[in-house]
């Protein structure tokens, strides 16, 4: 037997959730002195230590006590071009999108320009832990493609599609819909499946979509087998407004898309902070994801998301950072983050650890439709995986040295580990970021 058939056993402290502890009690499994059989990518084996090492003599054992192992995060919305503008505070959406964001997207328009705020991108993606992201590319083909090509060199699982908007943004980031299905028909051939590359249709927004442009996006979707969607939904209550004006037909935002099929399993709209009840239903029943993206929601002033109405309707609903118009690419801190609004929300859910880990891994893979794949540590899995050691002189180590159960020291994490304490990143077993 090779090195690699043997296996190579990580021992540390881990925490994953095969299960969603919205639903289910004890979904949290946690093991405190912990291992992990990675043999040829995936996960051969996850549970105590000594019991995988009995069973496993000649796996090679890394020691890794002192930090400890969680799935690969997931970031199920965020923006690549968006991020020159973090931190562009003190404005609402529609102000913050045409004062910082789309003059930063237009600079796109510069193939090079792009390719080095891909490699930017993907590099801060690898060093906060996110192992798979959802990705609105830009409004221009080669830029996306930029993307993609800086995905697969980077290893991580990059789920993107070219941005598309025929109306209300500025003309140089308009496609006409002619222009959108070829060079959307173009990147799905070169990009879609390709290693750990996946292809979403991603029209921008409502306000910003024709009705011809939404009909390109129904008819992509139904020339391609397994494209994700993405787009936003609910966020502003002007933005609302201006929604309900352009399309006066509809009962509601929802709907709009809705209209073109554009919903169900692999589809993932962000935001939803101002849903109807009926929305929220509608999301249920077909199986449509909802980004939460609680850093963004504040610093936009978008409001308040309703986590517990999702939640109990049976909507699924996992995280996002919402880069640029968020504070950053942690999706430990979008965690927590949610977990704050959550607390001073009127009716908010009071989330404990193992709901924040599931809503930063396996929700996610969830919502994209890659929950036999990834998003926790069950055997068969891919092995992606996310090794955090705060720096020793941390107030994150100190706390873990006192952490009595493994609920303290995960609840710990979420609330003080940032980029500093991500020590080392593996998708499929290989390392992607150290
Ligand atoms: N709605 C349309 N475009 C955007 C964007 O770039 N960021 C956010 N937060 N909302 C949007
Ligand atoms: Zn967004």
Known sequence: MSASDRGELLRAPLFHTPRNPFLQARALESHWDGGLLIRAGRIAASGDFETIRAANPDATTTDLRGGVLLPGLI?????????????????????????????????MADVSYARQIAGGFVHALASHGTTTALVFGAHFAAATAALFE??????????????????QLRPELHQTPDSAYRDSSDLIRCFHGRGRL???????????????MLEVCQT??????????QTHLNENVREI???????????????????????????????????TQSEIERLAAGGTAVAHCPCSNAALGSGLFGLKRHVEAGVRVALGTDVGGGTGF???KEALQAYLLQRIAPDGALLDAGQMLYLATRAGAEALGLEEEIGDFQPGKAADIVYIKPPVDAPLSAVLERAETPEQALAAIFTLAGAESIREVRVEGTIVYK
């Open 150 to 167: 800086m995905g697969a060199k980077s290893g991580l699982r990059i789920v993107s599609g070219m941005v598309l908007s025929d109306r």
């Open 220 to 229: 992509l979707r139904r020339e391609h087998e397994g494209l994700r969607f």
């Open 330 to 332: 942690g999706i430990l």
């Open 241 to 275: 407004e201006e929604v309900a004006g352009l399309f006066p037909w509809a009962p509601d935002y929802l709907a709009v898309y809705e209209r073109f099929g554009l919903g169900g399993r692999g589809a993932v709209m962000a935001h939803n902070v101002h849903p």
């Open 75 to 107: 970031d199920t919305h965020i923006h690549f071009p968006q991020l020159r503008v973090l931190g562009g505070l003190g404005r609402t959406l529609l102000d913050w999108l045409e004062e910082c964001a789309l003059p930063e997207e237009a600079r």
């Open 198 to 212: 996946l292809y979403a249709v991603t029209p921008r927004f409502a306000l910003s979509t024709s009705e011809s």
